[in-house]
Structures are given as structure tokens and as C-alpha cells.
């Protein structure tokens, strides 16, 4: 029911209209009715509280003042029709903006309810790529050992028959043994470079971080492919300071080193090779130039991918794995480097990379 202040305000305007005959009182309902509109009472509330308290007053006054009454009823009842009108006008407005509001709320809660979905799957997800992840690490580290230990033993034992510690062995046994040998070597290779980007993709690679003297390292490198140069005929140079002292990881830039000369060495057929080491500001710089085979320029991005291998016309395929680049791209971003390679078809390439001198 209607609030007692609100009745009573009523009561008063009434019967100031019934002891005065005032008129004016009147107007005052209108100002009255749109107090009550503020306070949400709809028109019907009005006009019920109207009859109750009229029939309240009216109750044993004579003939006039019930005359009076029945106007004033009249008047009160047409302005309650107009606040009925804007009341109801006020309620659809009010009503269709709701609506409004109602149909953007089922939106959001829609949305809420996908972003949900998706969220919960992409938790799903990452619990089952997590178990992925270890069981990839799981494989790997026995394929490491399993593979490993089986295939150096082949190494090593066709290596003893091939030294005659054996026996002797005849031209045809030599070439087939030395065939083995040579596939057991590779799939070594292969088997320790697949291992070495599985750890560095799972990010598990440990850099092991002190000082040492590239200028050694690069000279270390270049005599261990003397033998392999002069059997092809090249001839390999290197211009380096006498000493550069850097702090990275040895093994890990020795890898890179090894790589590059290695390709060069094996896709140069004449001429030569020229290792430079240099000290450029805070960065030491080596490139490998050779005069090989060159690279055709559309396939020079594709080099630094794995198990990337660009076939080079009139040249049968050489052996590899096609993950040194790639490798080696890893590893000198992973130590704070760049690494970039320039070539021309038949007459070259360049393939340099730089490393701080401090890794931090
Ligand atoms: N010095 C080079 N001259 C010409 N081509 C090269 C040279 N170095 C690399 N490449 C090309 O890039 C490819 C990828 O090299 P790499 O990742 O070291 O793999 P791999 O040596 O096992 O083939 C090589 O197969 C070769 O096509
Ligand atoms: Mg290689």
C-alpha cells in the first residue's frame, strides 16, 4: 500500500479545497501527482488512494459540500487521466530501454559463457601439450642413449675390423666396411643434432658461460679440416688477432665454427676458404667466405630452416641433415648474436655471425 506521507499530503490538499472552497488547491494536485510518479506509483495507486480518502471526508458532510467534492473529483480524475498518459508513456520508454538492456545482457553473458568454453579448453590444452612436452623430453633422452650407445659401438667396432686388427681384409670388404662406417657416422650426427634442437626448442639447452680465447678456438677449428681440405684441393686461409677473449659458451660457439667451415668445405669444390675473426665494438665477428657452389638468392631465407637442404644444379646431393644452419642460428641467438649469410650461384658464399664479447 501507498506510504502514510503520501496520504496524508493528500488529505491536507482536499480538505484545504473543502474548508476554503479554494480552487487553487487544485493545482496543487498536479505538482503532488508527479511527486508520486517520482516515487514509481503508477496512476492506478492515485486514483485508488483518491477514493479512499474522498469517501473518508465526504462521509456525513450535507449536500453542498458533497457537490463541491463529487468537482474537485472531477477536476482530480482528468489530471490523473493526463498523468496516467505520461506515466504510461514514461513506462514503455522505460520498458523498451530495458528491453535493450536485457537483450545486451544475454549478449555479454553469452560472450562470458564462449570466453568460458575457450578458456577452460585452452587449460585443457595446455595440461595436455605439458604431458606432451615431457613425454617428448622422456623420448628423447632414452632415444639419446638407446640410439647412441649402439650406433658408437658399430663406429668402433668397424673401425678395429678396418685397422686389420682382425684380420685382413680384401678391397671389396674395405669399400663395404667403410660404407658402414660412414652411415653409422651420419646417422650419429643426425641422431645428436635431432637431440640438440629438441633441447634447444624446449628451451632446456644449459649454457655453460666463462671466458675463453676465440682466437684459438677459430684456429683449433680451421686445423681440424686441414686433412679433409687437402684431400679436395682448397686451399684455406685465416686472419684473426692474436688473441680475443670472450665470455659466451665455448662448446656451443665451437659448434657454429665447425658448422660453417664444415659446409664450406663441403660445398666448395676449387679455390678456397677464408675464415676472418674481427673485433667489432662490443661484438666479435667471424665469416667463412668460400668459393663454392653460391646459393640462389630466393633460397638464401630458406637456408637457416630445418632440415633445410637447397639442391644446387649439376651436383649430386651431398650428405647432411640439413639442421647445422638452423642449429647454429639457435645457438648464437640464444648467446646474444646474429648470424647472416651472402652468396652468388658459382661463385660463393659468405656466411658470418657475431657474438658480445661479454654474454649477459
Ligand atoms: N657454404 C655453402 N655454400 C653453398 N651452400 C651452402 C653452404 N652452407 C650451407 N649451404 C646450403 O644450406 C643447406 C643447409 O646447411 P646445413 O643446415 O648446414 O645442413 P647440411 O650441412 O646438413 O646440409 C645445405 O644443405 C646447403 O644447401
Ligand atoms: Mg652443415
Known amino acids: 500500500m501507498t506510504d502514510n506521507k503520501l496520504i496524508q499530503q493528500y488529505k491536507e490538499i482536499i480538505s484545504t479545497y473543502i474548508e476554503k472552497e ?7 494536485v498536479s505538482g503532488f501527482a508527479r511527486a508520486c510518479l517520482a516515487q514509481d506509483l503508477g496512476p492506478e495507486t492515485l486514483v485508488e488512494m483518491h477514493s479512499s480518502v474522498l469517501s473518508e471526508l465526504v462521509e456525513g458532510r450535507d449536500t453542498e459540500v458533497r457537490e463541491l467534492v463529487a468537482r474537485a473529483n472531477q477536476v482530480l480524475l482528468e489530471g490523473m487521466m493526463t498523468c496516467g498518459l505520461v506515466y504510461q508513456e514514461l513506462l514503455e ?110 628451451g632446456k639447452i644449459k649454457l655453460a658461460i666463462e671466458e675463453f680465447d676465440l682466437s684459438a678456438l677459430v684456429l683449433e677449428v680451421k686445423d681440424s ?76 631465407d630458406r637456408l637457416f630452416k630445418a632440415f633445410s637442404q637447397v639442391p644446387s644444379e649439376g651436383r649430386p646431393k651431398q650428405e647432411g641433415t640439413g639442421l647445422g644452419l638452423y642449429l647454429s642460428k639457435k645457438i648464437v641467438k640464444l648467446l646474444g648474436g646474429e648470424i647472416w649469410a651472402e652468396s652468388e650461384v658459382g661463385k660463393g658464399s659468405v656466411f658470418t655471425f657475431s657474438l658480445p664479447l661479454k654474454y649477459e
Request: aromatic residues 4%.
Open 22 to 28: 479554494d480552487e487553487r488547491s487544485l493545482y496543487e
Open 93 to 202: 520508454r522505460k520498458s523498451s530501454e530495458y528491453k535493450a538492456l536485457e537483450v545486451y545482457t544475454k549478449k555479454i553473458e553469452k560472450q562470458a559463457e564462449q570466453l568460458k568454453t575457450l578458456y577452460n579448453e585452452i587449460a585443457d590444452g595446455n595440461i595436455r601439450l605439458q604431458e606432451l612436452d615431457q613425454l617428448k623430453s622422456m623420448f628423447i633422452a632414452s632415444m639419446s642413449h638407446e640410439l647412441r650407445t649402439p650406433i658408437n659401438s658399430i663406429i668402433g667396432f668397424t673401425g678395429i675390423i678396418l685397422q686389420g686388427l682382425v684380420g685382413e681384409l680384401n678391397e671389396e670388404q674395405r669399400k663395404q666396411l667403410t660404407m658402414v662406417k660412414n652411415s653409422a657416422k651420419h646417422l650419429l650426427a643426425l641422431i645428436n643434432d635431432v637431440i640438440d634442437v629438441s633441447k634447444i626448442e624446449a
Open 225 to 300: 679440416f686441414e686433412v679433409a681440405t687437402e684431400e679436395k684441393g682448397l686451399k684455406m686461409s685465416l686472419k684473426k688477432p692474436e688473441k680475443l677473449t670472450i665470455k659466451s659458451d665455448e662448446r656451443r660457439t665451437k659448434q657454429v665454427i665447425m658448422n660453417l667451415v664444415s659446409n664450406a668445405v663441403k660445398f666448395t669444390d676449387e679455390g678456397k676458404i677464408e675464415i676472418k675473426l674481427t673485433k667489432k665494438d662490443r661484438m666479435a665477428e667471424m665469416s667463412v667466405k668460400d668459393t663454392g657452389v653460391g646459393i640462389k638468392k630466393e633460397d638464401l
